[in-house]
């Protein structure tokens, strides 16, 4: 794919063998239990009030707006680590802004959807990204396919790790945001909310990053270090998130990254003159304690934890084809960015 068009988003590569086989995913919200890992929690004292929050079928930014009016103050002031999908049940945190006056006890808020589990108060307001990472337990129904298979790819990942691929939840129901953004980027249209902006940059930033990182697999560089990689603290080589400046990687790693670049052009430079700093993001997912069960034939328990920013879905690929009921809505991470 070039920068003509981006209206169907490509079949990246697997790092493994495919095993052939299919599963349904997210049947009941009870199937995709994510827990969130903070960071910090509150110390007891502070300007804000901190919530542990478990929601069922609604999405973070759905509960952030009945937070905010039933504290009664603006919708900015109501903060949280990342989004959460919405067919799922979530427990994670949020943040209100609240320094004066008598302190409301949300815990006895009323929902159908969620759940304040606990509130205390803390000294800082809770900003994307501010957490360690997530823990998944994932209930696939209906597998069909090659047990052995199956099980050899969960080995491996749980061995070797994934390719760290954003998700297809990043990029918007059939990857319109990718091309939304190269309209935005190549100025044939006018994009002025924010919001909206900031969703097609993010989605144009991780679709490059994506490219890179599905040639590398093309090319049978899985698992292998470049000339002239960079790494991140953990050893593990890392692919480019666009932006200004010169680009780190040097010899090998900088050709197969600026080849990308020359690529989609109008991504990369859109993506310069649009104030995004270069930065880099690990190229391999590392589930931690993974483990799996067959509780019935055609059906498969995953749990495991990923780092902030690192998608369930992507790790669910390597092993087999998911399905998800029909019922497109607004799409939200499985992952914190």
């Not at 910090?40 to 502070?46: A, I, M, R, T």
């Not at 905010?68 to 979530?90: F, N, P, S």
Request: with cysteine; proline share 5%; charged share 25%.
């Amino acid at each position: 794919m070039t920068d003509a068009q981006y209206t169907i988003l490509p079949q990246w590569p697997n790092a493994y063998p495919a095993s052939g086989a299919s599963a349904t995913l997210k049947l009941l919200n009870e199937d995709f239990i994510v827990t969130e890992l903070p960071l910090q929690l509150p110390c007891g004292e502070g300007e804000h009030i901190w919530l542990d929050i478990e929601k069922n079928g609604a999405n973070t930014a759905f509960v952030a707006q009945q937070l905010a009016e039933a504290a009664g103050v603006q919708e900015r002031d109501v903060g949280y680590a990342g989004l959460k999908d919405r067919y799922a049940i979530t427990r994670q945190w949020f943040s209100i802004y609240l320094p004066k006056g008598e302190t409301p006890d949300l815990t006895l808020l009323q929902h159908p959807e969620f759940k304040v589990l606990s509130q205390s108060r803390h000294v800082k307001k809770l900003r994307r990204g501010d957490l360690q990472g997530n823990r998944f337990r994932i209930v696939l129904r209906d597998v069909a396919g090659d047990r052995d298979a199956m099980e050899a790819n969960l080995k491996a990942v749980a061995s070797h790790g994934a390719p760290n691929y954003f998700g297809a939840q990043r990029f918007g129901h059939d990857g319109g945001n990718v091309e939304q953004g190269r309209a935005m980027l190549a100025r044939e249209i006018r994009v002025r909310n924010p919001k909206k902006k900031g969703i097609y940059l993010s989605a144009v930033r991780s679709f490059v990053f994506n490219e890179a990182l599905a040639l590398r697999i093309q090319q049978g560089l899985w698992g292998k270090t470049l000339p002239g990689d960079v790494m991140d603290e953990a050893g593990r080589p890392t692919g480019p998130l666009w932006g200004r400046g010169r680009v780190i990687t040097t010899d090998q790693a900088q050709a197969l990254e600026n080849g990308v670049a020359e690529r989609h052009a109008t991504l990369c430079d859109g993506m310069e003159h649009a104030g995004l700093d270069q930065e880099r993001r690990a190229l391999v997912a590392r589930p931690v304690e993974m483990s799996w069960e067959w509780p019935q034939a055609n059906q498969l328990v995953l749990t495991f934890s990923l780092p902030a920013g690192n998608y369930a879905t992507s790790v669910l690929n390597e092993i087999l084809r998911t399905t998800e009921p029909d019922r497109h809505t607004e799409n939200e991470s499985a992952a914190v960015e």
